[in-house]
């Protein structure tokens, strides 16, 4: 059974090298996906919150929430934008999810195993270079088609991603007894949520035999299409192979360059900072309330 489907995948992958000429020096696609991303109104003392203003609080975020980007590549290297959108009328730039960062363009290259991407942090200008994580991807036989590709289903496990949000915290009313729960309570939002680990599901086509999906993910026979993992779900749109006007793929340079776990590290620091700050103003912390 295994050595009929590695067979059909083999086929599968060159009559798709054939017909598209992935083999061709100045080959490029161009993919677009969509990213919708829910949250847990309990970190924005979403039991405290009426239901009208959980509702307000989710439309003012829906800009960060729901995003479109484009991956365009090639054969071994991937940039993946987001792309620019007008916003209704009345609503603004949106709520910026994290307040205080923003990520440019993702550039991956399989061959050499690496990425960057240009952050700007509170005003300051970050370049984030690091390896390629390898993910253990389990190969499923499971296929369903998506446009007109048909995708092969792999899954993965990884660490959730830090919640950076400045507005989780404890209730106003929830104060420490003793000093145990003080010390409890100081743990807790020196590390708000565990790490802990989430179940990623993905779509591939073999038909496009390119090693790259969106965001970060990459590793498979086949583009990725489709990405569901934790509250995040990546969906492809619409395709364009070789198209007319292709777009030079530009590796990121600008910024002071750092690891992802020092960025990580940063942005965490910056993070509390903010949290102490939002507290102060809620008043627990003796602050005045804007």
Known sequence: MLFHLLNRRIAIIL?????????QTNFQGQAYYESKTT???NNFGGGQLSEERKKQIADRMKSALE?????????????????????????????RFGMMSTGGDLYKNVKLKQYLQEQELMGKQFLVK???QDIKWQLGSETKTIGQYTCF???????ADFDFSPFRRRPANDKPQDSTNTQNDKKNEEDPEPSREVVVTVWYTPQIPINQGPDTYWGLPGLILEVNADRTTILCSKIIINPSDKETIKVPSKGKEVSQSEYDQIMKEKTEEMREMFRGRGGRGGGRRP
């Open 15 to 23: 009559m798709g090298a054939s017909l598209l000429s992935f083999g």
């Open 39 to 41: 949250i847990d109104m």
């Open 67 to 95: 995003k479109t980007y484009v991956l365009i590549f090639n054969q071994t290297e991937s940039l993946y934008r987001e792309e620019e959108r007008l916003e209704a009328p009345g609503q603004g730039r949106g709520f």
């Open 130 to 132: 690091d390896s390629l």
């Open 153 to 159: 289903k792999a899954t993965a496990t990884k660490k």
